[in-house]
């Protein structure tokens, strides 16, 4: 879901965090802290699972963080395919 009113950022690499404008960064990577923390929880319950169902966990990745500066400091992870 795109946010037409405020600027978003994926960031794949850590050279995209320069295209966050410099008065923005820490907000950014105060987000970014959560995020990585909050996926975390959900890679090792994902983990579990497949261990559970003997599944393959090659494929429970973390693609990409994209930051909303909205200001509203929310995290949301979606989970997808990997060919979705």
């Known amino acids: 879901m795109q946010d037409q009113q405020h600027p978003q950022y994926t960031i794949q690499t850590v050279g995209d965090f320069l295209k966050v404008p410099e008065d923005r960064l820490a907000a950014c990577l ?3 802290k959560t995020f990585l923390e909050q996926s ?3 890679m090792e319950m ?3 699972l497949a261990d559970i169902l003997e599944a393959d966990k090659s494929q ?3 693609q990409a963080y994209v930051w909303i500066d909205d200001g509203e400091k929310n995290v949301t ?3 997808s395919p990997n060919d979705a």
């Open 60 to 62: 429970n990745a973390v």
């Open 30 to 32: 105060e987000e970014f």
């Open 40 to 42: 975390r929880a959900f």
């Open 46 to 48: 994902a983990n579990t």
């Open 77 to 79: 992870i979606r989970i």
